[in-house]
């Protein structure tokens, strides 16, 4: 209990009174002089007139061009390295696609972007994203990694990134089941 005072009194200066009635008589004299001091008030300065803060805009999303229905996300910088641009090529290989049918789009350091308007013009079948959460292209689609669902006739597809799936054997026997299933109807 005394640390407890010690915390709460730590910048103050306390006295210890022997009796109750020497606490009273102090509290006395000390009300009854700060009654009887007459204080001078300060004039008090106008209020400041009141200044309209800017408003920030709003949040202004690009949206992509893409001329194909399968969309690719990744986040490399500065660009895709040769090694996983071959992994992604022997991928999409295997569910009848190339490097050429597909949108590839690298979010590193990308502006915030919005693929809610794709979405309702039905431009994209196929999002397949590595390791880039979609809460980054403003999409709130809560996924576990491997579980592939379908939203609003999109198929969605949340990955490991391309590094970590061409190197654990795990990731990639779960990436192509994914995809036998989205693509091959397995």
């Known amino acids: 209990m005394k640390s407890f005072y010690q915390l709460l009194f730590q910048n103050e200066t306390l006295y210890r009174a022997q009796e109750v009635e020497a606490i009273e008589k102090i509290v006395k004299e000390v009300a009854t002089s700060l009654v009887e001091e007459p204080v001078a008030e300060a004039p008090t300065p106008p209020p400041p007139a009141p200044v309209a803060a800017p408003t920030p805009p709003p949040p202004t999303f690009e949206t992509p061009n893409l001329n194909h229905q399968v969309l690719i996300l990744i986040n490399e910088s500065p660009r895709m390295s040769p090694s996983n641009t071959i992994f992604l090529e022997k991928v999409l290989k295997a569910v009848n696609l190339n490097l050429d049918g ?3 789009l690298n979010l590193s350091g990308a ?3 919005d693929f ?5 013009n039905k431009k994209v079948h196929h999002i397949i994203s590595f390791g880039v ?26 990955s490991e990134s391309l590094d970590i799936v061409q190197s654990d054997d795990k990731n990639k026997r779960a990436l192509w ?10």
Request: net charge positive; aromatic share 8%; hydrophobic share 45%.
């Open 133 to 158: 959460p979609f809460i980054q292209i403003n999409l709130e689609i809560m996924m576990n990694r491997y579980d592939p669902k379908q939203i609003a006739g999109v198929n969605f597809l949340l």
């Open 111 to 113: 502006k915030q972007m």
């Open 116 to 120: 809610r308007p794709l979405l309702q």
């Open 177 to 186: 089941n994914c995809l036998k299933s989205m693509f091959l109807g397995n």
């Open 102 to 104: 597909v949108d590839i």
